[in-house]
């Protein structure tokens, strides 16, 4: 993105009162960790459950699918209020590494849902009469839990990356 | 309080290494979403709105390992970032409200909470237990956020 049409994204009107207030911001940000409370405890237990190491008395089908609306639910807390975030600051988020690289995990988050939906997410029936769970399974449980501590930690280490000064002008370039 | 003040932060790994204080807080994240979500999973039940096919005592025994696993990772995580500047966390509004709303949280989740849940109590006073939980705890990480804007 040319970086005169983030400055423009980011001086609209909504980015702008998000950013200039001081309380709105650590509100929506307060959000978005209440969200991940909710939703990320969720998939953990989702993904252990499908690993065989957590609620294992439980059919897998009762786990997956009682957790599913409410995952659903904090995901798009986390998501809308990430979106709100990430657009009031996007011109000093945009540059950042570290915001490429979440932005980067997001993606494979997404293809890994429609990868595994089929065949392990909407299969919970067949999981519950299989009498081991399937390699398939347990491959989606263990990417999808490296993939959301990658999430969290990119979201994190954000806070931490500093553009590097711009290169003070030599004699050369000031005549 | 008198430690506290004779404590110099910099000799603290925390503020001197790089990667220390982050992976930290990646620790907090990820305990506290375990601790939290597992607790909400029996607060959902208790308000009769979630996790219906299981009930509130076995959900309460299914996931109390995790929920201690989570408040593990916290009460670790925690105190070693609160040790990074234990004088500017002491005299933080919000990190007070904070500790206050954990305790009590923490007390609240091993007694009433959980001898509701167990006792397959439903109705009006379970879903009342449930809404003071989800309180408390949304109360500590809006608490914790808050450190870092008063």
């Given at each position: 993105?040319?970086p005169?049409?983030?400055?423009?994204?980011?001086?609209?009107?909504?980015?702008?009162?998000?950013?200039?207030?001081?309380?709105?911001?650590?509100?929506?940000?307060?959000?978005?960790?209440?969200?991940?409370?909710?939703?990320?405890?969720?998939?953990?237990?989702?993904?252990?459950?499908?690993?065989?190491?957590?609620?294992?008395?439980?059919?897998?089908?009762?786990?997956?699918?009682?957790?599913?609306?409410?995952?659903?639910?904090?995901?798009?807390?986390?998501?809308?209020?990430?979106?709100?975030?990430?657009?009031?600051?996007?011109?000093?988020?945009?540059p950042?590494?570290?915001?490429?690289?979440?932005?980067?995990?997001?993606?494979?988050?997404?293809?890994?849902?429609?990868?595994?939906?089929?065949?392990?997410?909407?299969?919970?029936?067949?999981?519950?009469?299989?009498?081991?769970?399937?390699?398939?399974?347990?491959?989606?449980?263990?990417?999808?839990?490296?993939?959301w501590?990658?999430?969290?930690?990119?979201?994190?280490?954000?806070?931490?990356?500093?553009?590097?000064?711009?290169?003070?002008?030599?004699?050369?370039?000031?005549? | 309080?008198?430690?506290?003040?004779?404590?110099?932060?910099?000799?603290?790994?925390?503020?001197?290494?790089?990667w220390?204080?982050?992976?930290?807080?990646?620790?907090?994240?990820?305990?506290f979403?375990?601790?939290?979500?597992?607790?909400?999973?029996?607060?959902?039940?208790l308000?009769g709105?979630?996790?219906?096919?299981?009930?509130?005592?076995?959900?309460?025994r299914?996931?109390?390992?995790?929920t201690?696993?989570?408040l593990?990772?916290?009460?670790?995580?925690?105190?070693?970032?609160?040790?990074?500047?234990?004088?500017?966390?002491?005299?933080?509004?919000?990190?007070?409200?904070?500790?206050?709303?954990?305790?009590?949280?923490?007390?609240?989740?091993?007694?009433?909470?959980?001898?509701?849940?167990?006792?397959?109590?439903?109705?009006?006073?379970?879903?009342?237990?449930?809404v003071?939980?989800?309180?408390?705890?949304?109360?500590?990480?809006?608490?914790?956020?808050?450190?870092?804007?008063?």
């Amino acid at each position: 993105m040319p970086p005169e049409f983030v400055q423009w994204l980011q001086n609209a009107g909504l980015a702008t009162a998000i950013r200039e207030s001081a309380i709105v911001y650590p509100v929506i940000l307060s959000l978005h960790l209440t969200g991940m409370a909710l939703f990320g405890g969720m998939i953990l237990m989702t993904d252990l459950r499908l690993l065989g190491i957590a609620m294992t008395k439980r059919p897998v089908s009762e786990v997956v699918e009682g957790l599913r609306p409410w995952k659903h639910l904090g995901l798009t807390l986390v998501v809308t209020c990430g979106f709100l975030l990430a657009w009031s600051k996007i011109a000093i988020y945009y540059p950042n590494p570290f915001f490429r690289l979440k932005l980067g995990l997001l993606t494979l988050v997404t293809i890994h849902a429609l990868v595994f939906r089929r065949s392990v997410y909407r299969n919970t029936r067949e999981l519950d009469r299989s009498p081991v769970i399937p390699g398939r399974a347990k491959l989606a449980a263990a990417l999808s839990l490296v993939l959301w501590i990658g999430l969290v930690s990119a979201g994190r280490w954000i806070g931490y990356w500093e553009p590097k000064a711009a290169a003070p002008p030599t004699t050369a370039q000031v005549n | 309080m008198a430690f506290f003040l004779a404590y110099d932060p910099s000799t603290n790994p925390l503020n001197s290494n790089e990667w220390a204080f982050p992976v930290c807080e990646v620790m907090h994240i990820i305990g506290f979403a375990t601790l939290i979500g597992t607790i909400t999973m029996v607060d959902l039940r208790l308000l009769g709105v979630g996790m219906k096919k299981e009930s509130a005592a076995d959900l309460v025994r299914d996931t109390a390992p995790w929920t201690l696993f989570g408040l593990a990772l916290v009460l670790i995580s925690g105190p070693l970032i609160f040790s990074s500047d234990p004088n500017l966390y002491l005299a933080n509004i919000s990190f007070r409200f904070k500790i206050t709303c954990l305790v009590l949280a923490i007390i609240y989740n091993y007694t009433i909470h959980r001898k509701v849940a167990l006792s397959q109590t439903s109705g009006g006073l379970a879903a009342v237990v449930a809404v003071i939980s989800l309180a408390l705890w949304a109360s500590v990480v809006f608490g914790g956020i808050f450190i870092a804007f008063v």
